[in-house]
C-alpha cells in the first residue's frame, strides 16, 4: 500500500516554543490530508481536513491560529502547533487521501508530542 | 455528529476466535473499515466493506455488515498474540462536504492470551 511518513517521531519541548510536524506522502499525491489528535486510549479526533493550494478546514473547537496548517505541496502537510503548553501534549496523527477505486486514507506513524 | 460505538475491551484465548462488533448510526454510509492500532504507532488499514455487500472473507478476517441495524463485525480466525492491538471501527461517506472524512469509534483493545 502506499506510505504517508511523519517527522519527527516524537518531540520533547518547552512549553511557549512553537513545534512544526511534517506529514508526507512518499509515493502517491494527496490533495487531501487530515491531522488528528489522539489522547491516550481514546479515538482519533479530526482536527482539521488539509486541502492543497487552499486553507485548512478546521473542526469545531480546534483554534485555527494555534494548530497552524499548511499544504504547499501534493505530498506534503505541515502541523504547526504555536505557544505550546502541556496541554497540548498528545499523539499526533496525519492521513492522506488516495483518490481511486475507493477513498481510502492512508496514515502516518504518529507523533508523540510531550510539552513540558 | 455521526456516532461510531464500539465495546472498549475483549479477551480471548490463543487460537479461537475474536469477533469486535461496531454499529454505527449513519445511514448515508458508503465505505465502513475496520483498522489496527498498535502500541505507538499509527493505524494500520485491515480491510474495508462497501455498503452494499454483507460479506467480505479475506485470509483469517472476515467481516459482517448488517445494513438494517447498522452492526459491523470483525472476526479474526485463529488469534494469536501479535492480534493484540486496538482495533477501529470507521466509517465515510460520499457526501460532497466530508469526501474522505472518516468517523471512528473509541476502538477496542484486543488481548490475546497464550
Known amino acids: 500500500g502506499a506510505v504517508v511518513s511523519q517527522h519527527p517521531s516524537w518531540v520533547i519541548c518547552k512549553s511557549g516554543t512553537s513545534v512544526k510536524i511534517e506529514c508526507r506522502s512518499l509515493d502517491f499525491q494527496a490533495t487531501t490530508m487530515f491531522w488528528y489528535r489522539q489522547f491516550p486510549k481514546q479515538s482519533l479526533m479530526l482536527m482539521a481536513t488539509?486541502?492543497?493550494?487552499?486553507?485548512?478546514?478546521?473542526e469545531q473547537g480546534v483554534e485555527k491560529d494555534k494548530f497552524l496548517i499548511n499544504h504547499a505541496s501534493l505530498t506534503l502537510s505541515t502541523l504547526t502547533v504555536t505557544s505550546a503548553h502541556p496541554e497540548d501534549s498528545s499523539f499526533y496523527i496525519c492521513?492522506?487521501?488516495?483518490?481511486?477505486?475507493?477513498?481510502?486514507?492512508?496514515f502516518g506513524p504518529g507523533t508523540r508530542l510531550t510539552v513540558l | 455528529g455521526e456516532d461510531v460505538e464500539q465495546s472498549l475491551f475483549l479477551s480471548v484465548r490463543e487460537g479461537d476466535s475474536s469477533v469486535i462488533n461496531c454499529t454505527y448510526t449513519d445511514s448515508s454510509s458508503t465505505y465502513l473499515y475496520w483498522y489496527k492500532q498498535e502500541p505507538g504507532a499509527g493505524l494500520q488499514l485491515l480491510t474495508y466493506?462497501?455498503?452494499?455487500?454483507d460479506m467480505k472473507q479475506d485470509q483469517r478476517l472476515t467481516v459482517l455488515l448488517n445494513k438494517k441495524d447498522k452492526h459491523l463485525s470483525l472476526r479474526i480466525a485463529d488469534t494469536q498474540t501479535g492480534d493484540s492491538a486496538i482495533y477501529f471501527c470507521a466509517e465515510t461517506s460520499d457526501r460532497g462536504s466530508t469526501l474522505g472524512r472518516l468517523y471512528f469509534g473509541r476502538g477496542t483493545q484486543l488481548t490475546v492470551w497464550p
Open positions: 466493506i462497501f455498503s452494499n455487500m
Open positions: 488539509s486541502n492543497e493550494g487552499s486553507k485548512a478546514t478546521y
Open positions: 492521513s492522506a487521501l488516495a483518490r481511486g477505486e475507493y477513498n481510502e486514507q492512508f
